[in-house]
Every structure is written in C-alpha cells, then in structure tokens.
C-alpha cells in the first residue's frame, strides 16, 4: 500500500527527515498512541515502511528552504500501519516543526503494482544508503556492494515477512549517481555542538534486481537502505520486469 500526502508549506530546515519523521510518528499518534508507543518503542527495530518526500519549486537559503509545497510517499506492506497513518494525518490539518509550519492539502492512495517476475528493474525515488559493518559507505562500483545489498535486504525481509530471503539477490546497479546528506537531529541540537552535521553518502538511479518473487515485492512495498524508515532511504519504484541486456 502507497499513499502520496501533500502539504502547503513555504518552508523546512535545511535538515528536514527529520521533521517529517516527527510528522509520521505524530499522525501514528493521534490514530492509537499505544500503536505508535509500541512502534517506536525500541529504535533499533526495523520499521515496516518506507517514505520519500519530493520538495516543489525548492531554493536553498541560509537557514532554510524555499518551497511550493511538499509531496510526502509513504509504502508499507503493513495494513495496520498504514491504516493508522491515514487516521492520524486526516486529523492533524496543521502540524509544526521547530519554526515550520505545514498544512495538509490531500491524501491519495498510489496504485501499487504487483511483481510477477524474478527479475525486475527499479528507480529509486528516495536515495539508498549501503554501509559497511564499519558504518563506511559503500559504493555501488565496490566489489561488496552486492553482499552488503543483501544484508539490509535480509534484514527488511525478515522484519516483514518473518524468515530470510529466499534466495540470494543477483544486484546490478545502473546509472548510479552519488548524493551526499546532510542531516542533523534533537540529541545534536540540544548538544554541546548544535552546529554539528550528519553526512550520509547515498546514491541515486535504477538498479536491477533478480531473486525470488516474494522477497522483490517485499523490497518494493518497504523499501530497501539503512535508515530508510528514520531518513526517508531505500523507497523503490517499478520501472519495468523481466530481463536486461
């Protein structure tokens, strides 16, 4: 399930993931707080969704950015949560961040496409971040880009459909572009440094994937990327099945 939220706003942070993540755990909120409580209750457990946002007509200022607005897209293969972010948002009209205000303009449920091939070519419409166990990043030209493409797979995979991978993904990365985030948080702000930044080096473009059926369409509905559910990574469209040359 996929639902595209646009807001009116003429302005977020400069860092604002994580505004839209407070603005997901707010509408979690106001449907069931004990749900949203439960969710969020230990961080290091995978979340059952993936979000993207796409900023309209955006210019970056000092301390902000300009905008026409924002497109939120949030997919989850999980009913139940999905059914409590549609609650939630159709209560909160207007939500505020820090000095940002912004206000809800629609809700429309996106089509979701169904996979009927062990091969499938994606776009990625939020970036992916593949990292090593030493927290490195990992290119898509890296000879461990695959192994460590299947780790965070497997662990998606497990986290929504409660076994492992079926089999082991044959990853292509295609047109691959690199694109570094900067990010920052509550801990930070509220710190000894409030001036200090995130940097995530993530990556663009469309990537071929081959595997078992079931487990593509899991990475198609949660997504696929470390912090995909915190950051907003790893949010994955279908751009065409079957094989490539």
């Not at 429309?108 to 166990?133: D, R």
């Amino acid at each position: 399930m996929r639902y595209k939220i646009s807001f009116k706003a003429n302005k977020v942070p400069v860092h604002y993931r994580m505004g839209i993540l407070s603005l997901i755990k707010e509408a979690l909120s106001r449907s069931d707080q004990s749900y949203c409580q439960s969710l969020f209750l230990n961080n290091r457990d995978l979340k059952p969704f993936a979000y993207a946002v796409y900023l309209k007509n955006f210019t970056f200022k000092e301390n902000c950015i300009e905008l026409d607005g924002f497109d939120l897209t949030v997919s989850s293969s999980d009913y139940q949560f999905m059914m409590h972010l549609h609650n939630g948002m159709c209560r909160i009209k207007n939500f505020r961040y820090l000095d940002f205000e912004w206000q809800l303009e629609r809700i429309q449920m996106l089509p979701e496409k169904i996979i009927n091939s062990s091969q499938v070519l994606f776009k990625t419409v939020s970036p992916l971040l593949i990292e090593s166990k030493a927290g490195k990043p990992v290119f898509p030209t890296d000879s461990s880009y695959e192994r460590e493409f299947n780790y965070y797979a497997n662990l998606v995979v497990k986290a929504c459909l409660g076994r492992s991978l079926k089999r082991p993904l044959l990853v292509k990365p295609l047109q691959m572009k690199k694109m570094v985030i900067k990010e920052s948080n509550r801990v930070i702000r509220e710190g000894e440094n409030p001036d200090q930044i995130l940097y995530f080096t993530t990556f663009k473009g469309m990537l071929y994937l081959e595997g078992d059926q079931e487990d593509l369409m899991c990475l198609y509905q949660n997504g696929i990327s470390k912090r995909r559910s915190s950051l907003g990574m790893g949010l994955l469209d279908i751009e065409m099945e079957g094989g490539i040359r």
